[in-house]
């Protein structure tokens, strides 16, 4: 099993950022990509940022690129997403989830944190 834990989200003004850590525990040699997903209220789940084991491959949606970027210590067993320019659009619950592969759907996603919930005020 692996255990994934994020935290660092919070509220926030449009305009400025905030670091979000998921720190991952277990069996880790069983995962090769560790994804942001964010769900909105009534919205789906959708897919932000993932990046491989290595660290030299990573992966955006088009509403976060050049914004949002992902990065990992592999010292502490962590992924980070830096959220810059933050905007009221971007609040939701964010999670990481592990898997083997690369996926951009959070369909048959292997393992799933709790989330940690940014809001971004006007």
């Known amino acids: 099993q692996v255990q994934l834990v994020e935290s660092g989200g919070g509220l926030v003004q449009a305009g400025g950022s905030l670091r979000l850590s998921c720190a991952a525990s277990g069996r880790t040699f069983s995962i090769n990509f560790i994804h942001w997903f964010r769900q909105a209220p009534g919205e789906e789940r959708e897919f932000v940022a993932a990046i491989s084991r290595s660290g030299g491959s990573t992966y955006y949606s088009d509403s976060v690129k050049g914004r949002f970027p992902i990065s990992r210590d592999y010292a502490k067993n962590t992924v980070y997403l830096q959220m810059n320019s933050l905007k009221p659009e971007d609040t939701a619950v964010y999670y990481c989830?592990?898997?083997?592969?690369?996926?951009?759907?959070?369909?048959?996603?292997?393992?799933w944190g709790k989330g940690t919930l940014v809001t971004v005020s006007s």
């Open positions: 989830a592990a898997n083997p592969t690369y996926r951009s759907s959070s369909i048959d996603m292997n393992y």
